[in-house]
């Protein structure tokens, strides 16, 4: 008689050591590893006036010249959907699911049109990276002169330090908005690493056969899926605050060589002489593959 494996299941799983459980529970938890985007969207800039509590900032000199305080608030930014298919298996493996969840600052929000609960990732400004795409480049970099528009005709200042310390761009941003780059240094003066997306690593969920059509609407379905760089990267550049210039380190090739003639021919008229008159502990771009 044959044997089949149709529905092959192992029932003595309940017998295991508890340990030998919860390890198998634990590895079946999704992979952080990688940096997490979020999409950036309008609506973020806020102005508002100074707390009390920020002129005892080292940086109060600047705060008290200023009238106002323009933030990005970043906690506006739309979260990103983790699976956690486990959570519904038993009431162990339950446990186990939320509390990893809670340490990695992951929230179980009821969501109206599934009507169900899904869990969602905040922006961490100091471990994500704020994505901005092709066709939101201009937008950002109006958006914030737009808010302050009114107040300088008042004659007022405003003083703006946000908690953004990454951000990833679009290869595509080196050719058709080379501007952006000064914008997110002027923005955001903690800025560190600057990402370029090359390409998208198709994951197991997302088959290589795809057509450019059906990769495309699979994206958009995909929109508040948790998106990350990959660990792979190519030759990144990074700012030498001793000699005062940029340094490049060689990693796995991703890309191609245009790209990397364009990051070096900016970096060196552009972004060089800028950082050359501000003192910049860290900045490098990165350039990487975004996937699913």
């Not at 908690?163 to 290869?171: F, K, S, W």
């Not at 450019?212 to 030759?235: C, D, L, P, V």
């Not at 000699?243 to 990051?263: A, C, L, N, Q, W």
């Amino acid at each position: 008689m044959a044997y089949s494996t149709r529905h092959r299941a192992f029932h003595l799983f309940p017998c295991l050591p508890a340990e030998l459980r919860l390890q198998i529970w634990q590895e079946t938890l999704p992979d952080l590893d990688g940096v997490t985007l979020h999409g950036y969207k309008k609506g973020c800039w806020d102005l508002r006036d100074p707390l009390p509590e920020e002129f005892n900032d080292e940086e109060s000199d600047a705060l008290t010249r200023a009238d106002k305080i323009l933030d990005f608030r970043h906690e506006m930014l739309d979260d990103v959907h983790i699976d956690m298919p486990i959570v519904f298996v038993n009431r162990e493996a339950r446990s186990t699911a939320l509390s990893w969840a809670r340490a990695q600052g992951i929230k179980m929000d009821f969501n109206t049109d599934k009507a169900c609960h899904v869990f969602v990732l905040p922006f961490n400004p100091w471990q994500d990276a704020l994505f901005i795409n092709s066709h939101k480049l201009e937008e950002f970099c109006v958006e914030p002169a737009d808010r302050l528009a009114g107040l300088q005709l008042r004659g007022q200042s405003a003083y703006s330090n946000p908690d953004i310390t990454q951000v990833a761009l679009p290869h595509t941003a080196l050719t058709s908005e080379m501007s952006v780059f000064y914008d997110l240094i002027h923005w955001f003066p903690r800025l560190e690493v600057v990402y370029i997306i090359v390409d998208i690593e198709i994951g197991a969920d997302m088959p290589k056969h795809f057509s450019a059509e059906e990769r495309r609407r699979a994206k958009e379905r995909m929109k508040h899926q948790r998106w990350k760089t990959s660990q792979t990267q190519g030759h990144s550049y990074a700012w030498d605050s001793k000699d005062r210039k940029f340094v490049r380190s060689i990693g796995t090739p991703i890309g191609f060589r245009s790209m990397y003639r364009e990051i070096e021919d900016y970096l060196t008229v552009g972004i060089a002489k800028v950082f050359a008159k501000r003192d910049v502990e860290r900045f490098e771009i990165r350039p990487v593959l975004m996937i699913l």
